[in-house]
């Protein structure tokens, strides 16, 4: 199943369907069948996710065109983030290749949906994209096997990275870069793990500005792949529902090129996984 999070006339609303051809249905809050939103039915019981998705196909129709999507998840526990995680990508920074996962974290205040503006704020012209994949956390736990690690993960989503590229490189960690409010772009859908190959495997990731092929990768090129992702995360801290796994970006960024192709407003940044559709955001100016 896929799951939409979206706002409709000021109230949250989820919204699923059962495949990628098929229609939405759901409802928002205030209506009795509203289950909570995504964040509260991942949290929930095992079977949670399941249950709400057959209640909710039997829900009205929801035009997603007619709403404005929201990030899957609100306000994930943890916003994990690995740089790094595809060799072309360490080789065009001129790094050697990661024998542990770089990690670092992003809030939930940068995050932003579907269709909503990626802001190049006022202090920097250096706004890059990073076309990803995100895996959700369904089950928790501590010091997880590899063998075991997939059967903790509830589905995937996509990211753009959206990175402050001086402000990244102003200092030996990049956490300030990475946080910049609405430079996370996160959706459309959550879609449940059934329905993609396990972690995601040999699916092919594009970033597009402006219509132009920018980044193209499989997931097969990953140095960490999923199941080693959340295995090695786990030794440090508990993994808990709803917490997030941003998983990396293949080349083609363009704090590599010659010269350097930054999103500037008026652009819009697509990024596209198989069999989790196409997450776009237009480009936009700081305004306050």
Known sequence: MRFASFRHKGRNGLAVAAGAAAEFHGCVSGNPRYPGD?????????????????????????????????????????????GLNYADHAAEAGLALPTYPTVFARFASSLIGHGAAIVRP??????????????????GGRDIPRKRALSHVAGYS???????RDYQLKTSQWTVGKNFDSS???GPYFVSADELPPGCRGLRLRTRLNGQTVQDASTEDLIFDVETLVSMLSQAFALSPGDIIVTGTPSGVGLARKPPLWMKPGDICEVELEGLGTLSNPIAGQVV
């Open 122 to 139: 006022r202090a920097s012209e250096q706004l890059d994209f990073e076309g990803e994949f995100v895996a959700v956390i369904g089950v």
């Open 158 to 164: 996509l990211f753009n990275d959206a990175s402050i």
């Open 184 to 186: 996370g772009a996160f």
């Open 38 to 82: 995504l964040d509260t039915v991942i949290a929930g019981a095992s079977d949670q996710l399941a249950r709400v998705g057959a209640e909710l196909l039997c829900a009205p129709v929801v035009r997603l065109a007619e709403v404005d999507l929201q990030p899957p998840l609100a306000r994930p526990g943890k916003i994990i983030c690995i």
